[in-house]
């Protein structure tokens, strides 16, 4: 198998054993961060590392077994059911957060949109869902339209959400008419079509990209981006500021910058609080107020928690942006920083 470092020979079952996410890049991709001008970046998203061999983890850094309600879907914060819908992407990030599931025959995806539908129906909390996986649109236009049957017509879901690397891997699947017909029937059953992309660099943000997001705003699909803050890719505030303002150039939203999860096979990606904050507070310096409109979050199991600053008491300051717990959301807190501490488990209590 070749990896960045060099080619090393694994058996399946060794591979198995680390549980290495399969390597796979589409064409598109592996000609667009050439052309780009940054594959000495863009490469550590997609080409397997020896790294992956050692970086220590969990492969469920949030909860998501435990938030499981019906095979399939996950019901973590009130008012969202996210679905777990294919286990395949267009392309495999070496760093993704379900690496215990991405490229395999996972049991973890809904098998039963049925049952899936009748707890969202139940619970008229539910005002959103986000189709995640895997990546949604690999499914095709067809399985999409027959899982929207079972969702169109619960009265209280007010938007679908598509979570998608998609159009960085393989944007003109976005270009089929057949999807533009599907965000015309979200939009008739009177819900928002929102396509949450996954731009984690300017390079990324192909022509290609840009055309087929602009196809789709035109049937008023909403687009907002989230990025991961990656080791060696993009922890540098002036990647991440052009990337945030090309999305903001193409009418994307910057949305969440993910602090990366210490995920077993991906750790390595990590980057510490206090650098985070540092590239954080240098990407706002260098955009217009309607450019930043990032939070800085961390994906905890407890809930998503806003990393807000570093203070001079040497404390981490943070507050809930989601929780379990409604009354948890928006209390600022803080913990003592340890030198390198990367999550939120890093920092002692006190
Ligand atoms: S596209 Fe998303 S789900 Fe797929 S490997 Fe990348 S981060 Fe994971």
């Not at 809904?110 to 619970?123: M, Q, T, W």
């Amino acid at each position: 198998m070749r990896f960045i470092e060099g080619t090393r020979a694994f058996t399946e079952d060794e591979l198995h054993a680390h549980n290495m996410t399969r390597h796979h890049v589409t064409e598109f991709y592996r000609e667009q961060i050439i052309k780009s001008g940054y594959y000495e970046q863009l490469k550590y998203i997609v080409e397997p590392s020896l790294k992956e061999l050692d970086s220590p983890g969990t492969l469920d850094t949030s909860g998501e077994h435990d938030n499981t309600v019906v095979p399939g879907l996950q019901h973590k914060y009130t008012q969202t059911g996210l679905l777990l819908v294919t286990d395949r992407c267009a392309s495999y990030c070496r760093f993704c957060f379900r690496k215990r599931m991405v490229g395999k025959n996972s049991d973890e995806i809904a098998p039963d949109f049925d049952r899936l539908g009748e707890y969202i129906g139940s619970h008229p909390e539910i005002n959103n869902v986000l189709l995640s996986g895997g990546d949604p649109f690999v499914l095709s236009t067809a399985r999409l339209d027959k899982i929207l049957d079972h969702l169109l017509s619960i009265p209280h879901l007010q938007s679908i959400r598509f979570g998608t690397k998609i159009v960085a891997f393989q944007p003109k699947r976005l270009q089929d008419p057949a999807l533009r017909d599907v965000f015309r029937r979200i939009h008739k059953a009177g819900k928002t079509g929102v396509i949450v992309t996954h731009f984690d660099h300017v390079g990324e943000i192909s022509v290609d990209a840009q055309r087929s997001i602009g196809l789709l705003r035109t049937q008023g699909v909403q687009f907002l981006n989230q990025s991961v803050l990656l080791a060696n890719v993009n922890d540098d505030p002036e990647i991440l500021a052009a990337t945030f303002a090309k999305c903001h150039q193409v009418g994307v939203h910057p949305y969440y910058l993910f602090q990366g999860r210490p995920v077993k096979g991906a750790s390595h990606f990590q980057v510490s609080l206090r650098r985070g904050l540092e590239i954080a507070r240098g990407i706002n310096q260098r955009l217009s107020g309607i450019q930043k409109t990032f939070k800085y979050i961390m994906s905890h199991y407890t809930g998503k928690i806003e990393i807000l600053d570093l203070g001079a008491d040497g404390r981490v300051y943070m507050r809930y942006h989601q929780n379990k717990i409604p009354e948890k959301i928006g209390k600022i807190f803080s913990r003592p920083y340890v030198e390198g501490a990367c999550w939120l488990d890093d920092l002692p209590e006190g």
